[in-house]
């Protein structure tokens, strides 16, 4: 920092002249890394990601050799394996990703729900993550999408695209309960209802700039 004798000024960039008159400046403070060094932190949270997927590959390998030396299930190590993978696109997409965290959200469910899914049939498949967690994944992300809403008032119509996904997914799950892929239908209905109702209550309240928003992407 430098403080200009003539303008009875201060200047924090680092110049040797004053910008107003051009007098020469005397240095008051001194001023190092006036900016925040993004890339420092970057660097740091890029270790911290490759640390982690170090000790993941080491744990996935202690417990792959646990079950293959001793009475315990392969299992084990898949759910495992799949849990650490899981912690690790959590780090690299929720934390290090520049998506919004509405993309993050509904691409980190998916995974999840298609992770939980996996784990069902590796124990046999009793149906309970098609029943209750598919649902119960869209159902989530539709409380979230509600949130951003309340949080991010002024640009609330830029959700209606992950309602109307939303809705998609719903009717998927109603057609896998008329196929009896999924037998316990009620929260696949709940879903379904929550998603229209939500999708329809923004066009109906939004009115113009929902239907702007609707025109915008759709160019109609």
Avoid at 81 to 104: D, E, H, W
Avoid at 106 to 126: E, P, R, W
Avoid at 192 to 207: A, D, E, P, R
């Amino acid at each position: 920092m430098s403080r200009c004798r003539q303008c009875k000024i201060e200047v924090l960039d680092e110049t040797e002249r004053c910008p107003l008159c051009g007098t020469v400046l005397e240095p008051t403070v001194e001023v190092e890394n006036m900016y925040p060094d993004i890339r420092v932190r970057s660097r740091k949270l890029v270790f911290i990601s490759r640390l982690y997927l170090f000790l993941a590959v080491v744990t996935e390998i202690v417990l792959v050799n646990i079950c293959m030396l001793s009475e315990v299930q392969s299992l084990v190590y898949i759910i495992g394996g799949l849990v650490l993978l899981f912690g690790y696109i959590v780090i690299r997409y929720a934390i290090l990703g520049t998506s919004g965290y509405v993309a993050k959200t509904v691409v980190l469910t998916i995974i999840a729900v298609i992770m939980l899914v996996a784990v069902d049939f590796f124990v046999g498949y009793n149906g309970w993550s098609v029943n209750y967690v598919f649902p119960s994944g869209i159902l989530l992300i539709d409380v979230g999408i509600v949130l951003c809403m309340l949080i991010n008032r002024k640009n609330w119509q830029s959700y209606l695209m992950v309602q109307i996904f939303m809705v998609l997914c719903s009717g998927v799950a109603i057609i896998l309960s008329l196929v009896q892929i999924i037998t316990a239908p009620m929260v696949s209905v709940v879903a379904l209802n929550v998603s229209i109702i939500l999708l329809l209550g923004t066009v109906i309240i939004g009115g113009r700039r929902a239907r702007v928003e609707l025109k915008r992407r759709f160019h109609i």
